[in-house]
């Protein structure tokens, strides 16, 4: 009876964890666009901007990179979403932790890591735009943001 209790204990602090990473991810998505950068999340791009002290050129640019990584943005956040769904269903329909929930939390992580990653290079492709003066500011900010608690 004591080791049902600990494996009952142990599930309900498993499934815990899985919604736990589950809204951690869609929160992340949703209100950072899955980008670790301030240049993605509109309110924050002219601040950003006036922290690099981008000339009108730079600028340019750096909308043109964050442009042409939307739609990859955009279809990572529906493999998200589907994904997310995906494990809802099955949080649902399961009564146990199976190896179905497993892929499930896994490909919500694949897909969160995916917008990461989209992320770091839009970030160095960035820096690798800017003038050698102007990219330890890049680096700087980056690093300021990475390091605060999420």
Do not use: W
Request: hydrophobic fraction near 40%.
């Amino acid at each position: 009876m004591k080791k049902s209790k600990a494996i009952g204990s142990l599930l309900i602090f498993i499934l815990g964890f899985v919604l736990l990473s589950a809204a951690t991810c869609f929160f992340t998505v949703r209100f950072m666009n899955g980008c670790l950068l301030p240049c993605c999340v509109p309110a924050q791009e002219e601040s950003f901007f006036t922290r690099l002290n981008l000339t009108p050129d730079e600028e340019k640019n750096f909308h043109e990179i964050v442009r042409r990584t939307e739609a990859r943005r955009e279809s990572l956040e529906g493999d998200f979403e589907k994904a997310k769904n995906r494990l809802a269903q099955i949080l649902v329909k399961n009564e146990r932790y199976s190896e179905e929930v497993t892929k499930a939390v896994h490909a919500i992580h694949q897909v969160h890591g995916d917008l990461q990653q989209l992320s770091i290079e839009q970030y160095y492709e960035m820096l690798t735009s800017l003038p050698e003066e102007k990219r330890e500011n890049l680096k700087n900010i980056a690093s300021q943001v990475l390091s605060q608690p999420q």
